[in-house]
Protein backbone atom coordinates (compact mmCIF):
# COMPACT_ATOMS: atom_id res chain seq x y z
CA UNK A 1 0.00 0.00 0.00
CA UNK A 2 2.94 2.24 0.86
CA UNK A 3 4.38 2.32 -2.37
CA UNK A 4 1.01 2.34 -4.36
CA UNK A 5 0.12 5.60 -2.55
CA UNK A 6 3.81 7.06 -3.29
CA UNK A 7 3.57 6.42 -7.00
CA UNK A 8 -0.46 7.79 -7.02
CA UNK A 9 1.42 11.18 -5.39
CA UNK A 10 4.04 11.21 -8.49
CA UNK A 11 0.68 10.46 -11.01
CA UNK A 12 -1.13 13.01 -9.51
CA UNK A 13 1.84 14.99 -9.44
CA UNK A 14 2.12 15.26 -5.61
CA UNK A 15 5.45 13.63 -5.49
CA UNK A 16 6.47 12.85 -1.70
CA UNK A 17 10.22 12.36 -0.77
CA UNK A 18 10.90 9.51 0.55
CA UNK A 19 12.16 10.71 3.68
CA UNK A 20 8.77 12.29 4.54
CA UNK A 21 7.21 8.87 3.76
CA UNK A 22 9.49 7.31 5.84
CA UNK A 23 8.93 9.51 8.88
CA UNK A 24 4.90 9.73 8.50
CA UNK A 25 5.62 5.20 8.90
CA UNK A 26 7.33 5.94 11.57
CA UNK A 27 4.67 8.22 13.30
CA UNK A 28 1.96 5.80 12.66
CA UNK A 29 4.59 2.55 14.05
CA UNK A 30 5.21 5.34 17.54
CA UNK A 31 0.96 5.61 17.69
CA UNK A 32 0.64 2.18 17.89
CA UNK A 33 3.43 1.52 20.72
CA UNK A 34 5.68 0.22 18.14
CA UNK A 35 9.19 1.02 17.81
CA UNK A 36 10.31 3.51 14.92
CA UNK A 37 12.58 1.74 12.36
CA UNK A 38 16.17 1.95 12.38
CA UNK A 39 18.34 2.87 9.69
CA UNK A 40 18.84 -0.38 8.30
CA UNK A 41 14.79 -0.93 8.16
CA UNK A 42 14.25 2.37 6.49
CA UNK A 43 17.06 1.38 4.03
CA UNK A 44 15.05 -2.48 3.84
CA UNK A 45 11.77 -0.31 3.42
CA UNK A 46 13.27 1.87 0.89
CA UNK A 47 14.04 -0.54 -1.19
CA UNK A 48 10.71 -2.47 -0.79
CA UNK A 49 8.69 0.47 -1.66
CA UNK A 50 11.12 1.49 -4.54
CA UNK A 51 10.59 -1.93 -6.17
CA UNK A 52 6.28 -2.07 -5.76
CA UNK A 53 6.79 1.03 -7.52
CA UNK A 54 8.76 -0.50 -10.73
CA UNK A 55 6.58 -3.62 -10.36
CA UNK A 56 3.23 -1.23 -10.55
CA UNK A 57 4.42 0.68 -13.48
CA UNK A 58 5.15 -2.68 -15.14
CA UNK A 59 2.04 -4.14 -14.44
CA UNK A 60 0.07 -0.70 -15.92
CA UNK A 61 2.61 -0.46 -18.29
CA UNK A 62 3.29 3.09 -17.48
CA UNK A 63 -0.19 3.92 -19.03
CA UNK A 64 -1.60 6.25 -16.42
CA UNK A 65 -4.76 6.47 -18.53
CA UNK A 66 -6.31 3.48 -17.07
CA UNK A 67 -10.02 3.16 -16.78
CA UNK A 68 -11.59 2.55 -13.32
CA UNK A 69 -14.40 0.71 -12.60
CA UNK A 70 -16.33 3.91 -11.09
CA UNK A 71 -19.85 2.95 -12.30
CA UNK A 72 -19.23 -0.29 -10.50
CA UNK A 73 -18.13 1.36 -7.24
CA UNK A 74 -20.83 3.64 -6.54
CA UNK A 75 -23.42 0.70 -6.33
CA UNK A 76 -20.74 -1.45 -4.14
CA UNK A 77 -20.31 1.27 -1.61
CA UNK A 78 -24.02 2.12 -1.52
CA UNK A 79 -24.31 -1.47 -0.58
CA UNK A 80 -22.17 -1.76 1.73
CA UNK A 81 -23.00 1.64 3.42
CA UNK A 82 -26.74 0.31 4.05
CA UNK A 83 -25.49 -3.57 5.09
CA UNK A 84 -22.97 -1.18 8.01
CA UNK A 85 -26.00 0.55 9.40
CA UNK A 86 -27.69 -2.35 10.24
CA UNK A 87 -24.87 -4.22 11.17
CA UNK A 88 -25.39 -4.54 15.50
CA UNK A 89 -21.98 -3.96 16.47
CA UNK A 90 -21.75 -0.56 14.23
CA UNK A 91 -25.56 0.80 15.54
CA UNK A 92 -23.90 0.08 19.30
CA UNK A 93 -21.14 1.99 18.53
CA UNK A 94 -23.68 5.10 17.28
CA UNK A 95 -25.70 4.99 20.22
CA UNK A 96 -28.47 3.32 17.92
CA UNK A 97 -28.50 6.21 15.70
CA UNK A 98 -28.58 5.20 11.70
Request: glycine residues 4%.
Amino acid sequence: AVGASFLACKVVDMPRRMRGLLRAWNQHRVSNDEPELGEEEQKKMTDRILKVEFLLLRVLRFNFDVQLPTEFLEPLASNLLVRLTQHEAFRKQCGNRP
